[in-house]
């Protein structure tokens, strides 16, 4: 009875193993890298006994211990486990650096009771230096990523401390440093005029801080600019924005130009100053590899034909109004009320409205947000879509017997809510009246409290609530045609202004002290008001890019952005939708929410196609208004995307097709530019 007894746990135990499936490993995929991005460098503030009890007794470790004296290192911890040593922290936008990083500990006093700090000997450097560079070989770390741990954490750490040699490592050509002989230019030219708080603040931000956005200098701030100066200018650390860590700034995160710069200048000088088809403006931005890589503006953003030395050049701060790309913008707001609960995207608007909102065509149809975001919702623009007389109210639009109903063409015959895509701008101004009916808030004040001021954005929906220095910023619009609808074109003649004129009187807002929230976000514009620099949209694609982060600070979850930016319709020849918009042929074929997905579909004067040659497909969105043509376009699984932003034809855009794509033949010239030089890197 025994022998069977072990016989049947030995049959037991052998099925228990058979049960784990064999692994074949004969394979390898070519897409990884190194789960460690990071290297975080500390010193323990202690003695080695006390640091060596601490990092492997209590509840916080390090990968290594690097003692002083003799200079020998402890690895503490295996480079594939995670070690509990940068604590809450945040570098460029990624939090939780302990599960992507590895941590040095360095045995030093830090600061000594006597007011001084602790020196680093140079044998125990020299150990570290070699650490360092073993570590970055073997996992591919970047030099951005080699940090000091109140580089992650400002607010809270001071290690590795002023006395911590950063410049040795980078005369090792294991980090970067700025080149004193630019920081000497540059300082010279920020002596007489230093940058305000707000230009500290995005720079920090830019560099990897994680930074308050408020333009205040206040304890965080300091603390950040202390951890800053404690790096590269280790003689005096006291968190005031001084014209030299201005310039120590300003060179690290605006190095100088690459080499494709002098060339793309070049290129995109000529289109804007092309003699049979200029442009007013150009403003451009492009990323790569989630990192901006270059940014130039051409043109005027305000031009005075009669008396040119009235005239203004664009610059990285002038502020454009980009037109339907606005939409993008809103469905930020939209996901941020939807992760707060207070809005879902499947429900029947109706209930947040507080009135029936149905098709009357179909009149068992809800309508939800999905397909407000999608324009699948069967409103259309054919009786208008903003209605700016005070007192106007959408639901005298949407419901029959309202006053602004008509003959209720705002309504498709063709297909119920959710069966067929048609593009149009109606939908957004409900989009923003449902958005001020479930906040209590005007629509441009809540897009402002929850994307702009989170993101340190200098645009907004409203120009008259932008502070009055940035007025001057703003791009008026122009076509050499006459304004309106339907517009005379002379080439030959001069720059007339279409929007967002404000020479020679302050913008004005178009609700009233008396306007009642939640009656008619139309006022707002938000499917094409959005003001915005290029600099700006470069923050929200990168925002984006990030999973919804920016600069150490959360703007949406994750799942957010995914939810966003995945595919909710996409053509399927006829049926359940149109491709096409006036004139532009075959340009929609597939759409997320609030976003469009380019296919890289491509023909004469047709199709979504991006750039010369196709291979860039993307997700974002296109701008089309008052003589404004911008493209907001980037591919989320290589960080790379384009921005650009004309303010003005003086041709008409009919008259210069596209090649390969439903686009004017300026944008595809514009976006295979940008794309060919700064994105693929091309010199010829």
């Not at 228990?16 to 070519?30: E, F, H, K, R, V």
């Not at 580089?151 to 700025?178: C, N, S, T, Y």
């Amino acid at each position: 009875m025994k022998k069977i007894l072990i016989l049947l746990l030995a049959c037991i135990a052998a099925a228990g193993c058979a049960s784990a499936p064999q692994i074949d490993t004969s394979y390898t995929s070519a897409s990884q890298d190194s789960r460690v991005q990071y290297l975080v460098i500390h010193f323990t503030s202690t003695d080695f006994p006390i640091s060596l009890k601490t990092l492997t007794q209590d509840p916080v470790s390090s990968h290594y211990l690097v003692r002083d004296d003799p200079p020998t290192v402890y690895r503490l911890v295996d480079e594939s486990r995670r070690a509990f040593h940068a604590g809450v922290s945040s570098w460029k936008g990624q939090t939780q650096l302990n599960a992507a990083s590895i941590g040095i500990e360095i045995v030093n006093l830090g600061l000594k009771p006597s007011g001084e700090w602790d020196e680093y000997p140079k044998a125990q450097i020299d150990v570290v230096v070699k650490l360092i560079k073993d570590i970055v070989a073997r996992h591919e770390i970047r030099p951005d990523r080699i940090v000091g741990h109140n580089d992650i954490a400002p607010q809270r750490k001071v290690d590795p401390g002023p006395k911590f040699p950063w410049k040795r490592l980078a005369d090792e050509g294991i980090i970067p440093w700025p080149d004193a002989a630019a920081v000497s230019r540059r300082r010279a030219e920020f002596e007489p005029h230093l940058p305000d708080v707000e230009w500290f603040q995005q720079n920090l931000a830019k560099h990897g801080f994680a930074v308050p956005l408020n333009g205040e200098l206040d304890l965080a701030t300091r603390n950040v600019l202390i951890a800053f100066q404690m790096k590269y200018r280790p003689a005096r650390f006291d968190g005031t924005p001084d014209a030299e860590t201005a310039a120590l700034l300003d060179v690290l995160v605006n190095p100088p130009a690459p080499a494709f710069a002098a060339a793309l200048d070049g290129e995109l000088a000529a289109i804007v100053d092309d003699p049979k088809r200029p442009l007013a403006s150009l403003s451009v931005l492009a990323i790569r590899g989630g990192e901006v890589v270059y940014q130039h503006q051409f043109g005027r953003r305000f031009i005075d034909d009669a008396a040119p030395a009235r005239d203004k050049s664009a610059n990285q701060d002038t502020i454009y109004r980009i037109a339907s790309v606005s939409k993008l913008v809103t469905t930020l707001g939209v996901m941020k009320l939807v992760e707060e609960g207070k809005l879902s995207l499947d429900a029947d608007i109706g209930g947040y409205l507080g009135y029936r909102v149905r098709n009357p065509n179909f009149p068992d149809a809800p309508v939800t947000l999905r397909m407000l975001l999608t324009h699948t919702s069967s409103l259309r623009d054919d009786a208008g879509y903003f209605w700016l007389e005070p007192g106007s109210e959408l639901k005298d639009v949407l419901t029959p017997g309202g006053a602004l109903y008509g003959s209720g063409a705002m309504w498709s015959t063709r297909a119920k809510p959710g069966a067929y895509f048609s593009y149009a701008n109606l939908p957004w101004g409900v989009v923003g009246t449902i958005m001020e009916k479930v906040t209590g808030e005007r629509f441009d004040r809540l897009m402002k409290r929850l994307i702009v001021d989170p993101m340190g954005l200098k645009g907004g929906y409203n120009p008259a609530e932008l502070p009055r220095e940035r007025i001057p910023a703003m791009a008026t619009l122009y076509r050499k045609a006459t304004a309106g609808d339907t517009q005379v074109w002379n080439p030959q003649g001069p720059w007339i202004a279409q929007a967002d004129d404000y020479s020679r009187e302050a913008p004005v807002s178009r609700a009233r002290e008396d306007y009642v929230i939640g009656s008619n976000g139309t006022l707002f514009s938000p499917q094409g008001g959005f003001r915005a620099t290029a600099a700006d949209l470069g923050r929200i694609m990168r925002m984006l890019m990030n999973g919804g982060a920016l600069d150490g600070r959360r703007i949406l979850k994750p799942e957010t952005v995914d939810a966003m930016l995945a595919l909710q319709w996409r053509h399927d020849g006829g049926a359940n939708g149109d491709s096409s918009y006036g004139d532009s042929k075959g340009v929609f074929n597939a759409w997320g929410l609030g976003n469009q997905h380019f296919l890289d579909v491509s023909g004469p004067a047709y199709g979504d196609r991006l750039v010369e040659g196709g291979g860039f497909a993307a997700v974002g969105h296109h701008g089309d208004a008052y003589g404004l043509g911008a493209a907001f376009v980037f591919d989320r699984a290589t960080k790379n995307g384009l921005i650009m932003i004309a303010g003005g034809t003086g041709f008409d855009p009919q008259t210069d097709r596209g090649v390969y794509s439903a686009a004017p033949r300026y944008e595809e010239r514009i976006l295979t530019a940008i794309y060919r030089r700064a994105i693929q890197g091309k010199s010829d």
